[in-house]
C-alpha cells in the first residue's frame, strides 16, 4: 500500500589517561566545547544534524549520550591567593598532600598556572587549579580573561576565614556568565575551634551574595581534613549530579531543539503538497479520502507507525503500548473521538453534504478541496504533535 518513505523516528543502529597524573600546561587549549551543545564538538553537532534529518532518532540519542559520557567536564577552582585550593582539590580527589602526583600546597600562591588533575571518582572531568585571585593579575576582569572562564563548564570558588570582595565580584562575575558555582569554605575546624558556628558563616555568605545580586547560591562547608564530616559527602553527590546535568541534559536539550525543528520542516513540506494534491504520490495513498489509510501513511512518514514503535521499544526496554498510550493518533477512532471537527467531516451527514457541492459548479469543486486539505493538515498537525511527543519521552527515558 504505501511506498518506503525515510521516517523521522526509527531505530537504525544497534583514550585511557591517568586519572592522578597532574597536568600543567600554557593554557592555550584546542579544543573548543562552547559550540552550543556545551560538551559536544561542533562537527559532532553537525553529524547530529544530519543524521536527524536521514531520520535515526534513537541512533543519534545513543551517539549523543556515548559522547557525551567520555567529553571532559571542565571544573574550575578558584579563589583568594592561600585559600587553599590545592588542599581542596587533594581532598576531593582522595589523594594526601604527601603523595607524588598531588597538588602542591603550603605555600601562599603556589599554583602559578593553570594546572589540571584527573580526580579518579569522576571519571571524565578535568580539576583545573587556576592561580588565586591578586597572585598575577590585579583586576577581576584581567583575571577572568587571562584564565579563559569562559572554557569552563563549572566553578568552584575556595573561601576561607573571609569572604572577601574579590570573592563577591568573582561569584557575580561567573552568574553574569550563565555559569553555575559553589561556595566551598574550608579550614572549617579552624573555624569551629574559634566558636564561629558554622550556620552563621553559610548563613552570613548568603546574605552578603544576596545583597549583591548573586541569586541562589550554593554554599558547602567542609574541613579538607577530615571529608567525612560537614558538607563534603553532599558536595560530591552535587558534583556529580550537575556534571550528569551538564554532560547529558543540556546536549539532550540541544538535541531536542534541532528534532522539533526537523519535524516542522517535514511538516511544512508535506502540507505544501498536500495543498497542491501531489502528497499521494509521495507517500503512495491511493484513496486520498480513507483517512484511515492516510494517518498510516503520516505515521510511517513520521516513524510512529507500529513496527518502528516496536524496535524503539524493544531498543528503550520499553513496552510497544507504552509509547502508543500518549498517542493521540493511535488509529482513526482514537483521532475522531479526540477531535469534533474531524469527526463531523469524517461522518456520514458530512458525506452527504459532500455529494450536493459536488453538483455545485465551480463553489463545490473549490470547498471539496479546500475541506480536504484542511482535512489531510489537521490529521497531519495531530501526528506530528504525537512525533514530539515519543521523541521527548525517548530523549527522557535515556537519561534516566
Known sequence: LFRQVTPLIRDMTQPNQSLHTPLSISFIPALQYNTGWTVLPKATATNIEKALVEAKLLGVVRETLEIASSAPVRIAVTGDSGNGMPSFINALRGIGHEEEDSAPT??????????????????????????????ATQTLGNYLAEMQFSLYDLFIIIASEQFSMNLMKLAKAIQGQGQKSYIVWTKLDRDISTRTLSENIREN??????????????IFLVSIFDPLLNDFSELRYTLHRDISDIRYHCPLEKLSDTCEKVINDKVTSLQGQIASNSFQDVLD?????????????????????????????????????????????????????????????NCNTASYLYSILRHIPFLGDNVLNYLRVWKHRHSLEIVAKDTRTIMKKILTDSII
Open 106 to 135: 603550603g605555600v601562599a600562591g603556589t599554583t602559578q598556572i593553570p594546572t589540571c588533575y584527573f580526580p579518579p571518582h569522576f571519571p571524565n572531568v578535568e580539576l583545573w587549579d587556576l592561580p588565586g585571585l591578586g597572585a
Open 205 to 218: 555568605i548568603w546574605e552578603t551574595l544576596q545583597k549583591e545580586g548573586v541569586h541562589k547560591p550554593i
Open 285 to 345: 495513498i491511493q484513496n486520498t479520502d480513507d483517512l484511515a489509510k492516510c494517518l498510516m501513511a503520516y505515521h510511517l512518514f513520521f516513524g510512529v507507525d507500529d513496527e518502528s514503535l516496536q524496535q524503539m521499544a524493544q531498543s528503550m526496554g520499553k513496552s510497544m503500548e507504552e509509547y502508543r498510550a500518549i498517542m493521540k493518533s493511535q488509529d482513526l477512532h482514537t483521532v475522531l473521538t479526540g477531535d469534533r471537527i474531524l469527526s463531523f467531516m
